[in-house]
């Protein structure tokens, strides 16, 4: 793979590629296939995959790539996908693909939150200036705001932790009306062929696309939560600021000195790019009509593709940017410092207040409370997950 | 409430009116406020809440409609709104205003599972043509396509009921640093008035906005379930297939014969904006830097009132929809015997294949048991919900 | 007006407002009878309008505001909306109401060009950093980042000044047939009408909605240049970097040193949600069938005002807070100073290249003459605006 | 090319494809390169360009695929990119693409409008039922509809017509610095650069990004416009309906009868995805902070790819879809007849108010002066285009 205009999109390997798409629909006829021999019908042989190429040329016309593979698959078996239809191949093939992003994504997550623990661990009382509509506010940690992040991306996971991933094996109008001319109970086949897929065995959901969405949805959580931690250290490590600054930082064509944090640049690029592919996710699903759609199925496929690629490059760079990332405590002690009295303007107003003397030096409240309680929940998901 | 722009809008009542945001503000007020006095720090009072205009005027010199809250609450009592800062009156009065939202919306979505159940059962058998791409594909009935929809709503429903409306009472920068000052020991505190809310207690999030935008893609889901259904109800309704039509037609301005699906359409409406509302809660997700943002969070809050009136408006019009839908089965059946060589293709097709003689003349498959599968959900929501 | 979710949205006044709808459609339909009078049909009279309590209740029930309208128009003319439907009277009159913001928006530009010339003029050689990808780069002076948001600020207006208003005047279908019965020649009775109400005349684009979704763009195109500014003036005023500063900052509930940008946030909330908008308006143009849609046309409604009237406030903020920027050239400088070595490490580069001794010692290039070449752009603006 | 997850994509050629980047950006350089020659510094020579493979492999450490072709061209000649940023390259590279994307739907939108022409000529007085709100309103013709279509066409032409593809020049931070050190006059080597490429001279505008999100709004306008016709032919092809068809229809992987509206189908997909990619530039535009920002400029690229080559899909399946369609003026007649009585009663109801006979039998008011007006657009457009 690879991709001059979306760098880093190596990262994502072949996952929903041209080929794991053809991969995926071979393996759902398979499947189908096996649990029709299972049923007596006829006796199991394994699918060569056709090359991608056998199969673009003919995609626009039959209006997706299934229509091409039959053919192909029947020279085999004649009995290959005798009871399918085209959006059952594919709608089972892509939850197929999209589980094993799901996974990739969750490895990327275990990743970071390994990172944060260790990043909040050890910077749970290094002071630094809490900031608020970009000025400074009360006195923070580190590790609190490393907490912040982690709490963003234990709630990415718990959201792609929730979702299911159901095959899709119904027929042409979802009744499997061509199954039951072949079985008897075209119920248990569809079920056979799911588990065989491992996918949740699920009635048909052609134009009930919350599956769909779901994933979407969860996918963008993901890259919001990274977009957040990239949004934090692009600013931290301005060079006015100079908190923090990615392991290696990327180069100029032309300014020999320049250090960008380019983790992070293209972590933001994918989270400013996510949301509207997973709206347009949306969008389809509430013009789903009649019992296959004219258009709003079609629309998803490359926007799952794309929505699942760039989630997991920027969860493996977001994996990256934690793993590396240096922070200078001493650089934020010292501005915390000399912001001192702008930092506890709070605490003496209430003193003022409460006519007692301030309770605290360092003003930092909960913190070290609230980093527990952060780190408790990241101990479960590691432990779990 | 209504709005000339949004025809139907005063059916969400004072949902995330201006008034609402008031009261649930000075909601979380009072609460905070009886939490400082169970801890023995004041004596609790009843906080009187000011008018809607007292508090526009102030709304954006100080950025927020909390700023000009906090002195007309400390008129009353000195003690208000000490340990909080204006994202923790804010962030929590919208989850109260959401919760709300919420509710209404379940209600409306257990009487569209009643009045779905209804059409199920009544058109179980209801022969019609299954449509796929818009064209005629192979038999289904009423009570399928109906069972679909259901599918939908029940999909959207155990998406909005998994969804939590957590608290938000961290302080200035998420430490509880202010209230620390008052109290030994914030976080019970903390946890206290979240209880009074009925609000989850959680750590702070002020810049892990999925709580916000996990509520965006529940009701987003749900619009998309009920755009479905619209959907198929506008194009059913076409005089051409006449299938199904709306209990009372809308009116022209002009031509005295028109019967519009009106809520159809206005449903549709719903349906086409609110995926870009969500999504715009991810992008201001994604963007949530430092200790609390320069813009994207104040991106939220109006995204979030028209979300939730959206959907509440369309969920009503939906029920009502459903509750009154006529069903034409005798046309249905009528244009499905007539297209009887059509849709019963495939199934020769098999037999053709098989050399066997077709299994059944009604060619529905397992149209029985998906629908018993799909009514056996409804019945679970029904119970529990 | 006033809106507790959108601070500010005082600034747009009545604009777009439900009495401002109701006011430009009894325009319309005022502008309607009197060319049916010129035509010799009926004799003109004022028609009163309605309140909108009156038309709101009607609204949902005929799917738009103008179905109400229509009685209670009659009782005044029984020649009132003979000949037009009810989507021309909406259109028609939203396209005044759109006027009137683009009318206002062009005032805030070109304020916001007068502000901009004076700092260019006042900064083109207060030298400061350049910065990308959040990293110190070469010089530049603050004169040449304003020049910058002036091109921007220029493009918006150029986008801006290029619309056209059309009115839609073609009955039912688009085809005139009802003012055909009532006139022989009904198309110059559109054109009167369009004259009277100063739109221009086309022929009817009931279904053909480049009008509406080239006014989405450019508003979009207006809060683009505005987030721009705003972007750069958050990040400059950190009090790392104080460069710039808003005149009067916005203050906090509880940290009585905060001075917030709080112009620069609200005005970053906007250019965040309008994207969104602009885009539901192109969603809705593409599903535009028949000879009016089942939904789209209604989704554009809402979606236009909110986006007409954010654009306004937001024009309004950023004409404010350009006018009151405060620019502290002297840190400007010192920090650059500061930089020295790492700002001109390109052009040592370039002179170890060469073999050259260095050209320049400010290395500022162009600087001077791309700052003329824009000045030169606002001043033709101001002049022609 | 090709790609499985959007059939038809080949139709884009390699239109905006790696090695059309690959070549673009070199051309840039190239016209740099003899700009320099031509000021006397260097001596100009062909530049070969480097292998996709050799640029993708260093695009992400350095965040742009510009940074792994400088070191590549500079073993060809030393002068190579010297006085250029990476943004100058990538913009201008983008632009020579875009335009090309932009020349290509303009072909695909001339041979629309040729087809329009004919449809409209030979269909201006077919009668048909005209519908609104997907429910029977007053007669048309199918000229009139396809005068629609027409309407709509030119609308997105005059958009893409009024598009300017500027050159970026401008240096690190758009100071052309770098230049001026090799040169005394360094605007005039930038103006002659852009020539050279046949792109507009424009100062820099690294972080004014107006010219990408014009290019992006005029695409999505040209996708609404065949994303309306795709929607009523789909519509009008339902069997119930059935008064147009597409010439070859697509066939099912199960269902051997079925003729399925695959090209409308292809081109409504297209449709639903563009809006969300050209809300993605304006946010970008927004966010586009500094001297070049810190991610937003990188989400353009393969927002801008995907935005261009699914325009040009679905303009040329616009074209075809137009240049074959199949009209049963014949069904359109009897299904108007049938409605007679329906389609007139906005007429008789005039009748009754005027107290005069209906006017006209046909009932179809300006339809013949409309269809001369598109057509004159229509003919001014085919003579200048």
Chains 1, 2, 3, 4 share one sequence.
Not at 279 to 295: I, M, N, Q, S, V
Request: proline residues 5%.
């Amino acid at each position: 793979m690879g991709d001059l205009y979306w760098p880093g999109d190596e990262r994502a390997g072949t996952l929903l590629s041209d080929e794991a798409l053809v991969t995926a629909m071979v393996a759902v006829e398979q499947a189908w296939l096996d649990a029709l021999a299972a049923a007596g019908l006829t006796t199991s042989m394994p699918l060569a995959a056709p090359s991608v190429d056998d199969l673009t040329a003919g995609a626009e016309s039959g209006g997706n790539p299934v229509i091409g593979l039959v053919p192909l698959l029947r020279r085999q078996s004649p009995w290959a996908h005798r009871g399918l239809t085209s959006q059952d191949v594919l709608d089972s093939a892509l939850m197929l693909c999209l589980r094993e992003v799901a996974d990739r994504v969750t490895d990327e997550l275990r990743a970071q939150v390994s990172s944060l623990v260790t990043l909040v661990a050890a910077h749970r009382s290094s002071l630094m200036v809490g900031r608020t509509l970009a000025q400074h506010a009360v006195p923070v940690t580190f590790g609190l705001k490393a907490a912040g992040w982690l709490t963003g991306v234990l709630d990415a996971a718990a959201t792609l932790g929730a979702l299911s991933f159901p095959a899709q094996l119904g027929g042409a109008a979802g009744t499997l009306s061509a199954a039951a001319e072949l079985s008897d109970d075209p119920v248990p086949l569809s079920a056979r062929a799911a588990v065989a897929l491992g996918l949740e065995a699920r009635l048909p959901w052609h134009t009930s696309r919350r599956p769909v969405t779901a994933i979407g949805d969860a996918l963008v959580a993901c890259t919001d939560a990274f977009g957040r931690v990239a949004t934090d250290v692009a600013t931290l490590s301005r060079p006015e600021i100079g908190e923090v600054a990615e392991a290696a930082g990327g180069g100029s064509s032309t300014m020999p000195q320049k250090r960008n944090p380019v983790l992070s640049v293209l972590i933001r690029r994918a989270a400013i790019t996510t949301p509207g592919l997973a709206a347009t996710l949306h969008t389809a699903a509430a013009l789903a009509g009649d019992e296959r759609p004219d258009g709003p199925w079609h629309a998803e496929w490359a926007t799952l593709r794309d929505l699942g690629r760039r989630t997991v490059v920027a969860a493996s760079q977001t994996a990256e940017l934690l793993a590396g990332l240096r922070v200078d405590a001493a650089r934020m002690a010292a501005t915390a410092e000399a912001a001192h009295a702008e930092l506890t303007a709070e605490r003496d107003a209430i003193a003022g207040f409460t006519d007692r003397a301030p309770g605290t030096d360092d003003y930092l409240g909960a913190t070290d409370a609230i980093i527990d309680g952060v780190l408790g929940r990241a101990t479960d998901f590691l432990e779990t997950a």
